[in-house]
């Protein structure tokens, strides 16, 4: 691509962009719907904070342990397990996606720093999220439902 | 693709560096979440709240982060344009697809390049700017994305041919600076206008001939 | 732009008449409407993996489903 290098033509474009706005997308919410916009709540937060802690049981460690295995601040790992409403870092969701071996791409919306419009992977992210329950040593049940999240994740 | 673009350093009136790239990643989605978006919303806020409700910007509540399962599909092209470490704009182009056909009389139903989004970091915008109080930092970068719509179109053989949906707010941009030709609302698309690029209008845009 | 590579491709008489013809309507080469149909494809069937369905809409807004292969 051979853009325009002339500094004439910029300054020109610049003087004629200046007063105006800038944007191409579609209309969505009205003025009075901006005072009432809540957060939105990922319905897959709960299938993250599962597949972490999950992660971390099936491989015996300790909270630090695991920070310290993955490289993040274990304040980082304490936030996403105990507050619904944190969010982590893209570097952190990186070092988990790199650890579990699934896309990061996957995880950034699994933890709610991007959005899905997927019907199927919302499902399946909610179904794995009810079959884990928070005791210490993985049940066979938690250890199939762990393997074949992932494996999921892995394959879409 | 990388390469240098120059925009306008509002401070100097000067020209000064940019990258251009088109390998934007969902990274790129989720920092226009977490830099953007929170300045938008408090600056659509101030303008509701002094009611210059017609300024309020309506793309207030955007979220690329939806978009990232579109990054992989081949139909897409997203460019990106980078300056001080930051996104200073994005755009998301599409070159099949529902409206990727003309609709003005001398060249219906030939292929064009369809300008799906486009959003320039809200501190580059003057009314976004002005209403939190600070001057607007970049210029030209709406200009240069639009220059980067054209010369996709010439690549993918469309002689230029660009074709968008002007939100209320923008359609001065779009028909004045870029020198679009406005076609009608389109009732399949919230009633927007619909603005389309001949390859003579796009070739005037890109050397400044109008 | 990435690089590109080339390939050979056999058509019925039919199949070239009708890339001809959408050629010369789109006012593209016929390489660049054989990548606009690939992209299409490509875009239809993630949507379709996604668990969406494909849908033409006449004017009386009635739809039938297309189903792709």
Redesign the interface.
Known sequence: MRFNTDPEWLKKQAALEDNCFVSVGGLVLAVEDLQQQAQRVNPARAAFVNLLNLTRRENKFTWEQFSQKLDVDLAELIGIENDENYKPTPRTVTKIAQFIHVPAEKLFILSGLARARDIQFEEAALRFAARSQPVEELTTEEHEALKEYVKFLCER | MKTLVHIIDNRTGQPVEAELFDEVTIEHFIETQQEWRPIVLKAARQLAAHGSRELVPQHFHWDWTTKAPELSVLANSFYGIRRDNKLQGLMKLQTVGRFCRCRLPEQVDKALVYVDYVEVAPWNLKTLAVALGEKPLYNAVGSRLIEAAVLKSKEEECKGRIGLHSLPITELFYRKVCGMTPVGRDSAKQNLLWLEYTPEQADNFLTGAR | ?ADKRTMTLNLTDQEMRLLDDLSA?????KT?LLR?????Y??VE?RL????KLFFEDEEKKKAELMVV
């Open positions: 732009m309507r789109k006012d593209v080469s660049a606009q149909a690939l992209r299409l490509q875009m993630e993996n996604r668990g969406e």
